[in-house]
């Protein structure tokens, strides 16, 4: 069983909708839970964290953590052309070893 | 604050020789880790070096090797190239705070292919 899984997509969505990325980890010591994006060809971009239970908002993103699930998700409310990407999902575990998904594949259309 | 500096940003080898690929972390930053990122295998952990220590590791033959020094700029080398070693290299450096709860940055990365 793979640390972190995410369905590879690819996840299509209209302009202006909600995209919702979804992720589960296996190590239930993990505490602290990221949401990276990545264009074609650049590095990964650290676009929220997250490090208890519930939501927290940044923007246009949320992010909603279960840790009694083993779950992860990012909503990106009101989709733009710009957010299409890669969106990685990643977890730190107490011994500082970071995990990344394989990543989902996101595009929006105008 | 600047952001991970890696160099060079491009890099073209031959099979059998050894390049090494630089890192320099944010500021302040004293955790620095490596990734190759492949198309096909996504993002893998190759090791983490904190106070000039490599404390993690992953799955990667003997051929990949790094090391820390003592103002946290990192080096990674990979000897004997394989076709298979083109990839992204991908640094990251984070504060390393206890219990796991800080995040990680990456670089622009290093393109590295082999022929």
């Known amino acids: 069983q793979k640390e972190v899984e995410q369905n590879s997509g690819p996840l299509s969505v209209p302009e202006g909708a909600i995209a919702s990325l979804n992720c589960t980890y296996s190590d239930r010591g993990s505490q602290s839970f990221f949401w990276y994006r990545q264009y074609s060809g650049k590095s990964p971009e650290l676009i929220m964290f997250?490090?208890?239970?519930g939501d927290k908002e940044d923007g246009r993103f949320t992010a909603q953590l279960n840790k009694a699930s083993q779950y992860v998700s990012l909503l990106i409310r009101d989709s733009q052309p710009s957010d299409s990407a890669t969106y990685l999902c990643a977890v730190n575990t107490p011994g500082n070893q970071f995990y990344f998904g394989t990543g989902t594949s996101l595009t929006v259309i105008p | 604050k600047a952001g991970v500096t890696q160099t060079p940003r491009y890099l073209i080898k031959t099979r059998g020789q050894q390049v090494t690929l630089s890192c320099s972390p944010i500021s302040g930053h004293r955790s620095v880790s490596w990734y190759q990122q492949t198309p096909g295998q996504g993002l893998q952990f190759l090791f983490e070096?904190?106070?000039?220590?490599?404390?993690n590791k992953g799955n990667f033959p003997g051929r990949f090797s790094g090391r820390q020094f003592s103002n946290s700029r990192s080096e990674m080398n990979v000897s004997t190239l394989e076709l298979g070693d083109s990839a992204l290299y991908l640094c990251?450096?984070?504060?390393?705070?206890?219990?796991?709860?800080?995040?990680?940055?990456f670089g622009p990365g290093t393109r590295l292919t082999v022929t």
């Open positions: 997250i490090y208890s239970n």
């Open positions: 990251a450096s984070s504060l390393a705070l206890h219990g796991g709860t800080d995040e990680q940055y």
């Open positions: 070096y904190f106070s000039e220590t490599q404390r």
